[in-house]
């Protein structure tokens, strides 16, 4: 009886997020949510500056073999601006890892991750999801739109920009819900 109890407990609370996560996209998709550039890289500059990283000892170690790449997503027809970064200077025969940031930030909130990958002899790609930073995107739809965008990525640096493929997507928050959602289509769920 107890076990019952908690099991119909657990899926009323399961039920319970999934009506919040309905009620949070048909709001979302309809308002209007664009986070300014500088809002977005305010917030990114104030959370490495909480967990104490220097962001610009990052930009002059990779900025020489940094690449700043323009695609247009075919889903709605926005400028996605990808940062792609070599280990060593055109050196695209490492495996990449693409980063992508949470809700309310931008890419250079990934920075010390990237660090981490870029030591460790990977290199990396990042790029504003929907609704931040230098993406044109007007609405923030939580992942289910930004899918679309992070195929484009993945296509596009498949595609003849490095010889190995993708190694792995990581993303935080909002940018875990995206790779989920693009994990979840291309296997068909």
């Known amino acids: 009886m107890k076990k019952k109890k908690i099991i119909l407990g657990i899926v009323i609370f399961i039920i319970l997020i999934l009506i919040a996560s309905a009620v949070g996209f048909a709001l979302s998709s309809s308002i209007p949510s664009k986070m300014s550039e500088k809002k977005s890289s305010e917030a990114s500059l104030s959370f490495l500056k909480t967990v104490n990283y220097d962001y610009e000892n990052f930009e002059k170690r990779w900025m020489s073999s940094t690449e ?3 695609i247009y997503s075919s889903e709605f027809e926005n400028k996605i601006m990808i940062t792609y970064i070599c280990k060593n200077k055109k050196d695209y025969d490492k495996p990449t890892v693409i980063l992508i940031h ?4 931008d890419q250079k909130s990934m920075y010390p991750i990237a660090d ?4 460790n002899d990977f290199n990396v790609a990042m790029y504003d999801q929907r609704a931040h930073g230098s993406n044109t995107a007007k609405n923030v739809t939580y992942g289910f739109y930004e899918r679309y965008d992070l195929k484009e990525v993945i296509d596009y640096i498949s595609s003849g920009f490095t010889t190995d493929s993708v190694l792995g997507v990581l993303g935080q928050g ?3 819900a995206t790779a989920a959602y ?4 291309q296997f068909g769920r």
């Open 102 to 105: 949470d809700y309310g930030k």
């Open 174 to 176: 909002v940018g875990a």
């Open 116 to 119: 981490m990958f870029l030591e």
């Open 182 to 185: 693009h994990s979840a289509t």
């Open 68 to 70: 700043r790449l323009n």
